[in-house]
């Protein structure tokens, strides 16, 4: 299934930091204290990886039917997918939504995931 989500993938320089493509904001690790803090902006969708969704907005919530979900339940939806974290993330149908796929190298293959969307 082609993903609704335009996808750009990181292979080489996987451990780039993200910002987001509407307003430049780096939204992992901006804090130098602690870089693994989350710096969402009005335009993230979500940010995760392939052991669980870290954030999810409002908006992406409701795109892929996570409202007023549990966050066993989140897990469960998403463990669902054979894709995993990565597949459940491509369902996304915001308009012009752009997901950033980073993948470590093989033997790791470990993926971090970013979604984005304008807002209105
Ligand atoms: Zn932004």
């Keep these: 299934m082609k993903p609704a989500i335009q996808r750009t993938e990181l292979r080489t320089y996987y451990y780039t930091?993200?910002?987001c493509p509407f307003c430049g904001k780096r939204v992992m690790g901006a804090d130098p204290a602690d870089e693994t803090r989350?710096?969402?902006?009005?335009h993230t969708l979500f940010i995760a990886?392939?052991?669980a969704i870290?954030?999810?907005s409002p908006r992406f919530d409701e795109n892929v039917s996570l409202k007023g979900l549990?966050?066993?339940?989140v897990?469960?939806?998403w463990k669902q997918d054979e894709g995993g974290v990565d597949g459940f993330t491509d369902r996304v149908t915001v308009a012009d939504a752009i997901k950033v796929?980073?993948?470590?190298p093989e033997p790791s293959a470990y993926g971090s995931y970013y979604g984005f969307a304008p807002v209105a």
């Excluded at 989350?38 to 009005?42: E, F, G, K, L, S």
């Excluded at 549990?70 to 339940?73: A, G, N, R």
Aim: hydrophobic share 30%; net charge negative; aromatic share 8%.
């Design 17 to 19: 930091p993200v910002h």
């Design 101 to 104: 796929a980073a993948y470590e």
């Design 54 to 56: 870290e954030y999810r």
């Design 49 to 51: 990886h392939d052991t």
């Design 38 to 42: 989350i710096t969402a902006c009005a």
């Design 70 to 73: 549990s966050d066993q339940e």
């Design 75 to 77: 897990e469960a939806r």
